[in-house]
C-alpha cells in the first residue's frame, strides 16, 4: 500500500503562484509514475499533469501547458506541481495519484491521496 498526502493547497490571487506538495510513504516511491488531477463539484476529475517514475517524461492537460510544472523527487519521496498565472477556473481540489505507468496514471488507476483545496479569487 502506497499513502499519498497532499498539502500546499489554499486561497490565492489570480496570477499567482502556488506549489503543492504530494509526500509518499510505504513504499518504493520511485517506482511510480504519478500524476495530478482536479475535481470541483459536479464534475469528473480531471487530468492536469503526469510524471513518469524517472522524472524524465512529462505529460500536461492543455489548459494548464506554459503554466504549470510537475516535478518528482525520489530522493524524498515527494511529488510536486509548481503553478504560476494561476485562473479562477483553476480552482478545485487537487489530488495525487501514483500508478506503475503514466498510462495507469492517466486512465485514473493506482493510489489516491485526500486532495487538497486550490481556490483562485479573480
Known amino acids: 500500500q502506497l499513502q499519498l498526502v497532499e498539502s500546499g493547497g489554499g486561497l490565492v490571487q489570480a496570477g499567482g503562484s502556488l506549489r503543492l506538495s504530494c509526500a509518499a510513504s510505504g513504499r518504493t516511491f520511485s517506482r511510480y509514475a504519478m500524476g495530478w488531477f482536479r475535481q470541483t463539484p459536479g464534475k469528473e476529475r480531471e487530468f492536469v499533469a503526469a510524471?513518469?517514475?524517472?522524472?524524465?517524461?512529462?505529460s500536461y492537460a492543455d489548459s494548464v501547458k506554459g503554466r504549470f510544472t510537475i516535478s518528482k523527487d525520489n530522493a524524498k519521496n515527494t511529488l510536486y506541481l509548481q503553478m504560476s498565472s494561476l485562473k479562477a477556473e483553476d480552482t478545485a481540489v487537487y489530488y495525487c495519484?501514483?500508478?506503475?505507468?503514466?498510462?495507469?496514471?492517466?486512465?485514473?488507476?493506482?493510489?489516491w491521496g485526500q486532495g487538497t483545496q486550490v481556490t483562485v479569487s479573480s
Open positions: 495519484n501514483a500508478a506503475s505507468s503514466l498510462g495507469e496514471v492517466v486512465a485514473k488507476k493506482g493510489y
Open positions: 510524471i513518469s517514475s524517472t522524472g524524465g517524461s512529462t
